[in-house]
Structure formats: structure tokens, C-alpha cells
């Protein structure tokens, strides 16, 4: 189910396919607060630069294969 590049919010669904996950991940990123979301009306969306902080935030934390030799 492909996306057009120029909506503002996603799915659940649509933003964990984008970021090559499974729902059940997503969900979890969101319940622990690393994705943020909006509420419209009664439906949870996610807005594209969240996605795009959150894979910031993942390049800015250390990784076990930055410090091997």
C-alpha cells in the first residue's frame, strides 16, 4: 500500500511499513514515546517528520558498532 510523499500523517500501519516494521513495533514505539502522534477526532496519525526524528534520534545514540575497532 504505497503512500504518496506528500501527506502530512500516516496511518499506524502506513508509518510502520514505511519505516520496515511490524505493527506490533510501531505500536510499542509509540506506547514508550519514542514516535509521537496527533489525535484527529477519534483517529491516531502519525505526522512525517516524527518518523524522521525518530530515525535522527536513532543515528544520534551510540551504537555497539561505533565503538568496535
Known sequence: MPT???RVVLT?????QRL???????YA?????QIRTVT???LRRIPTFCLDEY?????????PLDHAA
Do not use: C
Open 29 to 33: 514505539l509509540i506506547k514508550t514515546g
Open 12 to 16: 499506524i500501519e502506513e508509518a510502520a
Open 20 to 26: 520496515g516494521i511490524g505493527r506490533t513495533t510501531m
Open 40 to 42: 484527529i477526532g477519534r
Open 4 to 6: 504518496p510523499d506528500n
Open 55 to 63: 530515525v535522527r534520534n536513532l543515528l544520534a545514540e551510540p551504537t
